[in-house]
């Protein structure tokens, strides 16, 4: 069973960093489609970020693109969201997602759908503050 674990979320300032952590337990990153995703109070769950084995490069939503950087961290089965010059907008709560991998993790189209990903974590918080 997989399980993923967000950590590093918190308060920060506008034009500050944060670095989000997901743990997880699984084993083989490239089987897997790994993402982060982001709902802003009262609002959708929305994809902000996606990357998979195949794809010379992740895919960004248009509002994190060239702010935010997902990856694998140091620890081995570890994703991270680097999150750089940070808006008040980008305040929600940050999951980290899986799904087997499926066609282009439903990156075509406009963005992945939360609805094709299984395995989520508990979410973590980011309020960014002007």
């Known amino acids: 069973q997989v399980q993923l674990t967000e950590s590093g979320g918190g308060p920060a300032q506008a034009g500050g960093t944060l670095r989000l952590s997901c743990a997880t337990t699984?084993?083989?990153?490239?089987?897997?489609?790994m993402a982060w995703f982001r709902q802003p109070p009262g609002k959708e769950r929305e994809g902000i970020a996606v990357?998979?084995?195949?794809?010379?490069?992740?895919w960004y939503a248009e509002s994190v693109k060239g702010r935010f950087t997902i990856g694998q961290g140091g620890v081995k089965s570890t994703l991270t969201l680097q999150m750089d010059n940070l808006r008040p907008d980008d305040t929600a709560l940050y999951y980290c997602?899986?799904?087997?991998?499926?066609?282009?993790?439903?990156?075509?189209?406009?963005?992945?759908?939360?609805?094709?990903?299984?395995?989520w974590g508990q979410g973590t918080q980011v309020s960014v503050s002007s």
């Open positions: 997602a899986a799904e087997l991998l499926f066609p282009f993790c439903g990156v075509r189209g406009g963005g992945p759908d939360a609805s094709d990903f299984g395995y």
């Open positions: 990357v998979y084995s195949g794809k010379d490069s992740p």
């Open positions: 699984i084993d083989t990153f490239g089987d897997y489609c």
